[in-house]
């Protein structure tokens, strides 16, 4: 296993990480426990958790009373997420039962929770919030380090990056989906520790390819092509994984050691080359970057988002996860922003902030149609798309 320096905390963390959120789903707390047993016995030093992940930080701590009776403490490193609550009393609550059910003296690393934006959180940034709160529980020795988890659009986690209240960052961030990059370049530049959340399965349902994805990839399997790429960028420390028994773990560890030199790299190149090379030849100049600049949208149009699961559903046949997504699109949870694509009142504030010049509209209306009812086409918005790109042009 390769180990990164997690930013300005200075820990000294596994590329991968032990996510622990799929211990509540039909796993057993012996088989969560051998999980948590075999993931640190091949080398993973960093497990991640939450309080809002229901009997998770039970059966960690459990798990620790065992590894931590032949691993020194000093060599493990344990986070956990807690909502910032505008009542700094239920902050104190949670973080006490997270303590106890860990079985800890200190925790290495605390995160808030999902904020996506700073405005949300603002009661809990203030010296009488949660954050005054977690400055005096580092002063006591009793949290090492602070960061915060978030699902949010680019420019709200900027602003919470810009605040350097947090030594690190755990986000969206994977091939599929880029538009976190400048985040992601700005906490390189203040020295944050930066973890990917997911990037198997929020990546792209990689654990399960389609076999349009496995051909392009191979003989790379897709989600180590993901984290091949994730760990060619020196910004990326550490990525989650999130095996639900003992016998998912190696395959998810295939990158363990890798550091992007060698042979290795030279044959994930081809790979990516060939990925890049599928997906521009099936999307043509409907291509999106992801760049974000076409937000905000006065709908509230998720537009990075739907456009990019339209084109992972085309490009690779990757309809199930697309469709999954775009389906909780509205559902005001806040893990998928925005409304949906038929929303869109081709108002066309968009379209010159697009640097790719595309017809988003009328590419908003494909997605919706492709992704909600399965149809394909919709020749009254490609007639009046076709005339709002010719109004740009003019």
């Known amino acids: 296993m390769k180990y990164r320096r997690f930013g300005r905390t200075e820990m000294l963390v596994s590329q991968f990480s032990l996510g622990c959120m799929q211990f509540i789903r039909n796993t057993s707390e012996e088989t969560a426990i051998s999980t948590i047993e075999q993931a640190v016995a091949s080398g993973v030093n960093h497990i991640e958790t939450a309080r809002g992940y229901g009997n998770s930080e039970e059966r960690v701590g459990k798990a620790l009373k065992q590894i931590l009776k032949r691993v020194p403490r000093e060599q493990l490193y344990v986070t956990t997420k807690i909502g910032p609550s505008t009542k700094v009393d239920e902050f104190k609550r949670n973080f006490d039962k997270s303590m106890g059910y860990l079985g800890l003296d200190y925790l290495d690393n605390l995160d808030f929770h999902g904020p996506g934006n700073l405005a949300v959180i603002g009661p809990a940034m203030r010296d009488d919030g949660c954050l005054g709160y977690v400055?005096?529980?580092?002063?006591?020795?009793v949290v090492r380090h602070f960061g915060f988890s978030t699902h949010g659009y680019p420019n709200g986690?900027?602003?919470?990056v810009n605040t350097n209240e947090f030594e690190s960052i755990n986000l969206h961030y994977y091939y599929?989906?880029?538009?976190?990059?400048?985040?992601?370049a700005r906490a390189a530049e203040l020295d944050m520790g930066v973890f990917i959340i997911s990037p198997n399965n929020q990546g792209g349902r990689l654990q399960a390819p389609t076999s349009k994805?496995?051909?392009?990839c191979a003989p790379l399997a897709p989600m180590n092509f993901n984290h091949m790429w994730l760990l060619n960028q020196p910004d990326v420390h550490t990525l989650s994984f999130g095996p639900a028994k003992p016998d998912e773990i190696d395959a998810n560890l295939v990158a363990q050691d890798?550091?992007?030199?060698?042979?290795?790299?030279?044959?994930?190149d081809r790979v990516l080359e060939q990925v890049e090379s599928a997906y521009r030849t099936q999307l043509g100049d409907?291509?999106?970057?992801v760049c974000n600049q076409c937000l905000p949208c006065p709908e509230n149009i998720n537009i990075p988002g739907v456009l990019n699961w339209r084109q992972m559903h085309k490009a690779f046949e990757m309809t199930d996860?697309?469709?999954?997504?775009?389906?909780?699109?509205?559902?005001?949870?806040?893990?998928?922003?925005?409304v949906k694509g038929?929303?869109?009142?081709?108002?066309?504030?968009?379209?010159p902030r697009c640097p790719e010049r595309l017809d988003i509209p009328q590419l908003l209306w494909h997605a919706h149609q492709e992704l909600e009812t399965g149809l394909v086409s919709g020749p009254a918005w490609e007639h009046e798309g076709d005339l709002l790109k010719q109004d740009l042009k003019n």
């Open 213 to 216: 994805l496995t051909e392009a």
């Open 321 to 338: 996860y697309a469709k999954g997504r775009y389906e909780k699109v509205g559902s005001g949870g806040a893990w998928i922003l925005g």
């Open 135 to 141: 400055r005096r529980l580092m002063s006591e020795g």
């Open 258 to 268: 890798y550091d992007g030199t060698g042979k290795q790299r030279e044959l994930f």
């Open 342 to 351: 038929d929303r869109c009142t081709k108002c066309g504030d968009c379209l």
């Open 286 to 289: 409907d291509f999106c970057t």
């Open 157 to 160: 986690v900027l602003d919470l």
């Open 176 to 184: 599929f989906y880029q538009g976190l990059r400048d985040v992601v």
